[in-house]
């Protein structure tokens, strides 16, 4: 997956690295687009039908970062989707809150995936892989 770090988790570790602002460790959520949005966020569309959710991740569910790429550690598995098909996942989202909230990252999935009823959406180990560019 290709990651692109949003413009505000840009800003935010501008910020950080010049020690202008402490920026606290954000719990983060893993949403599914079925629209990619731009560097900003806006413009991209979020799954929310079926029973759908963000997921929480913990710093457990992350590898140390190494040569300026980390990667999920653990597979991560959203809820299945009941009642109505979430439709065709394009990328992620990784925000710090489960609904709303900013977007951090966001990731073009290398092979999109439907979602219809009955189906479970897993993140594999190691399928997550974010890189500084």
Do not use: C
């Not at 949403?31 to 990619?36: M, Q």
């Not at 569309?45 to 959710?53: H, I, M, Q, R, W």
């Not at 653990?74 to 996942?89: K, R």
């Amino acid at each position: 997956m290709a990651s692109n770090l949003a413009l505000y988790a840009e800003n935010k570790s501008l910020e950080l690295l010049v020690g202008k602002t402490a920026f606290a460790t954000p719990t983060t959520y893993i949403g599914l687009f079925t629209v990619i949005p731009d560097e900003n966020g806006a413009g991209g569309t979020e799954a929310s039908l079926g029973n759908y959710a963000r997921i929480v991740t913990a710093g457990a569910d992350w590898e140390a970062a190494a040569a300026g790429a980390i990667q999920n550690a653990n597979d991560l598995t959203f809820a299945e989707a009941t009642g109505a098909a979430w439709g065709l996942i394009v990328g992620i989202g990784i925000w710090d809150a489960i609904t709303a909230g900013n977007m951090i990252f966001w990731i073009s999935l290398i092979g999109n995936k439907q979602v219809d009823i009955g189906d479970t959406f897993r993140l594999e180990a190691g399928e997550i892989d974010i890189t500084a560019a």
